[in-house]
């Protein structure tokens, strides 16, 4: 969706903040993008493994403003905090761990490698997402940056990138393996961040539609259904202050839910002769009993059988039955039903997944009992957030009753903790300084 910058400083109130900060030192600005954050409704790990998700945007997100430059140096500033990283657009370029700069870093580096940009330019960014709070919110730094860099170097109006990236599904899911290092369609990898994630976030900041909640396949990536937000109800997000650092100190705990479900595949592919892929693929083929006779017979040593198999387990309920019954659910206008389904998703995750913490679960149960139709935790797990559907008349008081019982539960959670509303929200919102369409 493209517009005018004018009509995203009307819309998005950082813009003009951002044009502010530019036109002090005169600065140009050539292109801007508002990038949302997204709400994970059901798909806990699911879309790394070939499984289905569903999500939404949100209205929360980064705020991006572009300025060309003649030269390779990329400057982007977060405005919020005053931090800057520099880095020059070359073949030694190496991204510094451990920091927000490695996410524009390894942008550059992927594509630098992959289509060999060279035009460098200056971006400032601010962002109204929690940060680590499994909102999405350094997926929506990725997508900024990628937006930037390819802008300014025209890259998506080349052949070859049309050939490799023909349509937005396939940049979501290339999107997600600049995250996670792995080669797309012909496209080398590179170091990634170091998460071993799919492409969830990447397709809900690409393709969702405000007022919806969509149903996508992964592995790869596909539109299968979407549904219109129950009438008259709306989100209540909680933050729980428990950072959840993919690339930090969750990034261990993250990444063994992934080799869980290779572990599986592995065990497959040796019990069958085949060359499976990731799960989806083996239990669109096969019953799930199959797979855990393979798994007993072949998990690899340095795995807990046991551990393996409630994985999977949890992969094909989550995946399989309650993804597709919940959507069936909400068409029908039967949130009796989807509240039932979200709490067995939640049940899963804490028994199969495993990527519950105290604080997440106190959030879910707290929710639930304040009257929400439905509530879950979502993202990475291991800290993070948890979403509950409440009917919009309620919202505000419910929000206040949930915060007063977080509080009073986990008064040392209540400075890093926010509560907010949300609605589903629309994809990217792009934009060129000049006004073009």
């Known amino acids: 969706m493209s517009v005018t910058l004018q ?13 502010r900060h530019l036109s002090v030192e005169g ?10 954050g997204r709400i994970e409704v059901l798909g806990k790990h699911t879309d790394y493994a070939g499984g289905r998700s ?24 977060n405005l919020d905090t005053s931090e800057r990283t520099s880095f020059q657009l070359s073949a030694g370029l190496t991204p510094e761990k451990g920091s927000w700069a490695n996410y524009p870093q390894v942008v ?12 460098g330019g200056r971006i400032v960014f601010t962002s109204t997402l929690p940060i680590a709070a499994g909102i999405s919110s350094s997926s929506a730094l990725v997508v900024s940056v990628y ?22 599904a396939a940049l979501a899911d290339y999107l997600g393996c600049l995250e996670n290092g792995r080669d797309y369609n012909g496209l080398r990898g590179t170091i990634g961040v170091g998460t071993t994630g799919g492409s969830q976030d990447h397709t809900a900041i690409l393709c ?14 596909r539109f299968e259904a979407s549904v219109p937000m129950p009438r008259g109800y709306t989100f209540a997000v909680a933050s729980s202050g428990v950072a959840a650092e993919k690339t930090g100190s969750a990034l261990a705990d993250y990444n063994m839910l992934g080799s869980l479900t290779a572990a599986a595949v592995e065990a497959w592919n040796r019990y069958t002769g085949s060359s499976a892929r990731h799960l989806g693929q083996i239990l669109e083929r096969a019953p ?4 855990e006779s393979a798994v007993n017979t072949y998990c690899p040593e340095r795995y807990s059988t046991e551990h393996v198999l409630e994985r999977i387990r949890q992969f094909h309920l989550e995946t399989s039955e309650l993804i597709p019954d919940a959507v069936a659910a909400l068409a029908r206008a039967d949130l009796a039903r989807f509240g039932r389904i979200v709490e067995r998703s939640q049940q899963a995750a804490e028994r199969g997944l495993r990527n519950q913490v105290p604080e997440t679960i106190h959030l879910v149960d707290s929710a ?7 509530s879950s935790a979502f993202g990475a797990g291991f800290g993070g957030s948890v979403w509950a559907m409440v009917k919009d008349s309620d919202g505000e008081g419910f929000l206040n009753d949930w915060r007063a019982l977080y509080h009073a539960g986990y008064p040392d959670r209540a400075p890093g903790s926010q509560f907010f509303l949300e609605q589903p929200g629309c994809s990217v919102v792009a934009s060129e300084a000049g006004g073009r369409k």
């Open 108 to 119: 550059a580096a992927r594509l630098i490698s992959n289509f060999g940009i060279k035009r």
């Open 147 to 168: 937006l930037a860099l390819a802008g300014l170097n025209d890259i998506e109006n080349r052949p070859d990138f049309q050939e490799a990236i023909p349509d937005i």
């Open 54 to 77: 569903l999500v939404c945007a949100v209205s929360r997100g980064f705020s991006v403003v572009v300025c060309a430059s003649d030269g390779s140096e990329v400057n982007v500033e």
């Open 208 to 221: 969702c539609r405000a007022g919806e909640l969509s149903q996508f396949a992964f592995a790869p990536t």
């Open 368 to 374: 639930r009992r304040l009257g929400a139709a439905a």
């Open 288 to 291: 799930i009993e199959e797979l």
């Open 7 to 19: 009509h995203l400083a009307d819309r998005y109130p950082d813009f003009a903040r951002i044009g």
């Open 27 to 36: 600065a140009q600005p050539t292109a801007a993008f508002f990038v949302p």
